[in-house]
């Protein structure tokens, strides 16, 4: 019996970014679902249980960093692999202190990102 696809949100405020991923992850056999902004990110927390999250760091209103620290409050636990065309100066090292499960810079390789993906959320369920 096969396994149910992967629940993977995507937020980014970048729509070509967005659909592309989209259609990637969905290709891949997973289940992606889409957010331009990090409220509607973070109100979806209510009634979804993502199997892991892929975050843009460079959002408005609101950084992915932002939106990093409130899921550590909240405690919500859930992987969360991190995709940006700004890394600054100590930004992998500061999300992956965070506890990120991957920092990827963009343009990002498909096979890096399902990789990135799948290894999250091995990792995530042999915690649980």
């Known amino acids: 019996m096969p396994l149910p696809p992967k629940h993977i949100a995507i937020l980014d405020d970048d729509k070509s970014v967005r659909t592309a991923l989209s259609r990637l992850l969905n290709a891949s056999g997973m289940n992606a679902v889409c957010f331009a902004t990090c409220t509607s990110f973070l109100n979806s927390l209510e009634q979804n249980m993502w199997d892991c999250v892929v975050l843009d760091l460079q959002m408005p209103q609101m950084t992915g960093m932002e939106v990093l620290e ?42 890096s990102l399902i990789d990135a ?9 042999a915690v649980s």
């Open 70 to 111: 409130y899921i550590t409050q909240a405690r919500i636990s859930v992987p969360i692999v991190i995709v940006t065309a700004h890394d600054e100066l100590g930004s992998p090292e500061a999300c992956l202190a965070a506890g990120v499960s991957a920092y990827l810079r963009k343009p990002i390789r498909a096979d």
């Open 117 to 125: 993906i799948s290894t999250a959320i091995q990792s995530s369920e």
